[in-house]
């Protein structure tokens, strides 16, 4: 049975997003602003003085950077699954051709 959907406000930069999420998406969610907020607040103290869209956009790359790494390590985790099973194979094949 499909959970019912809740409505919650974030803020994000000191403006407020009404969202409508599954319940078991909440606490990610929140998890998630909280790690803005923070990376948000270090970058404004870093670029002092300067435009709040700065800290926004160097937020934003960061977050962006690590995606990028998780992705990459979950296609090489996936390139190894890939590689055990061909050695498994070729192991199998060795072993069947190595009776003669």
């Known amino acids: 049975m499909e959970q019912e959907k809740q ?10 997003y009404p969202l409508t999420i599954h319940p078991s998406e909440e606490e990610h969610m929140r998890i998630a602003v909280g790690r803005i907020r923070t990376m948000v607040e270090s970058y404004k103290a870093k670029f002092a003085g300067r435009d709040f869209q700065d800290a926004l956009s ?7 950077v690590k995606c990028v790494k ?25 072993a069947s051709t190595d009776k003669y």
């Open 7 to 16: 409505r919650i406000k974030i803020t994000i930069a000191d403006r407020q």
């Open 70 to 94: 998780y992705e990459e390590d979950k296609e090489l985790g996936n390139l190894v699954e890939d590689l055990k099973v061909l050695d498994k194979q070729l192991d199998e094949y060795i």
């Open 58 to 64: 160097m937020s934003l790359l960061q977050f962006a």
